[in-house]
């Protein structure tokens, strides 16, 4: 049976993913310090570690279990706490992600799947869509440091022969987001119209975003898991989607119009990001399968039942 290992799995992606290889009969382990995460979320047919990635008890825990597979989510993910605070979005995403990586090498695993991230490696760009060929120049700590843990993959692949896919997903949504500490305007915007309280839309909404449903990003995680590819690719839907779509697409599901109000534009935040998915649809066969009318109204149900339960 396949063994893995699922960094940050009791998070928002993270379990999702862990429920998924479940089902799909995957002997999975959880590796997370719960920060962010949160206890419920953890499936109780995995194993579970509560533990820091910079810790030094990962160690004995790759000793024992020999795991095939690394899917490495657990990240410092704030972009604020990261321009805020540098050296600890260094000391987790990077140094952190190393103590991960330099285990799975050293204990035989076949593969590392890691999340690093679509809109912030980039930056500020013109191509759009944003195709992997673009030279990433990240804006922010947090970008830099995901870019640099890819470096540090490409080389533990290139003298040591650990494969290696690093996935740039785009701005995943869906539920379990909000509740999970792991923000993003689609699942805030749904918990204020539940909850019955104002959205603050920043500037004047025209600002644009690719939207990605988190199950659509479990699946090619696991095309990416069979993929004999080694490197980086995006996972977007190649459309832009301003924060006034989102206004829309959520009234359309609730039936009702939002309580809402403009407030002042976020500063340096960028006006524009998409991402082009060819290269996912190439190489893994993957293409994003839920529209953002389908994956608001599931979400919207998810936030629901919370209110209700």
């Not at 533990?51 to 410092?76: G, K, M, N, T, W």
């Amino acid at each position: 049976m396949t063994r893995s290992l699922v960094t940050g799995g009791a998070g928002f992606i993270g379990s999702t993913l862990v429920d998924r290889l479940l089902r799909e009969g995957h002997e999975v382990s959880i590796l997370d310090d719960l920060s962010t995460g949160k206890q419920e979320y953890v499936n109780s047919q995995a194993g579970f570690y509560n533990l820091d990635i910079r810790s030094e008890q990962i160690a004995p825990v790759f000793e024992q279990e020999q795991f095939d597979y690394v899917f490495h989510l657990a990240a410092q993910i704030d972009v604020r706490i990261s321009v805020d605070k540098p050296q600890i979005d260094n000391d987790i995403n990077v140094f952190g992600g190393l103590n991960v990586l330099d285990n799975a090498y050293r204990n035989g695993v076949k593969k590392f799947i890691f999340v690093s991230t679509g809109g912030a490696v980039y930056g500020d760009v013109e191509d759009i869509p944003t195709t992997e060929d673009v030279i990433p120049r990240p804006i922010s700590p947090y970008g830099i440091h995901k870019l640099t843990f890819e470096k540090y993959l490409n080389y533990y692949h290139k003298v040591y022969g650990l494969d290696y896919i690093s996935l740039r997903p785009a701005n995943i949504y869906g539920p379990r987001q909000y509740k999970g500490g792991e923000t993003g305007v689609i699942s805030v915007f749904i918990d204020k119209a539940v909850q019955k309280e104002q959205c603050i839309i920043n500037g004047d909404g025209e600002q644009t975003r690719d939207f990605v449903y988190v199950d659509d990003l479990v699946d090619a995680f696991l095309k990416a898991r069979v993929s004999d590819h080694v490197g980086e690719i995006n996972i977007g839907t190649g459309r832009e989607t301003s924060v006034l779509d989102v206004v829309k697409a959520i009234e359309k599901a609730t039936g009702e119009v939002l309580n809402k109000k403009h407030g002042p534009a976020l500063p340096g935040e960028q006006k524009r990001s998409c991402l082009s998915y060819d290269r996912a649809q190439k190489i893994l066969g993957w293409q994003p399968r839920t529209d953002l009318y389908q994956g608001v109204a599931q979400t919207l149900q998810w936030s629901r039942s919370l209110k209700n339960g």
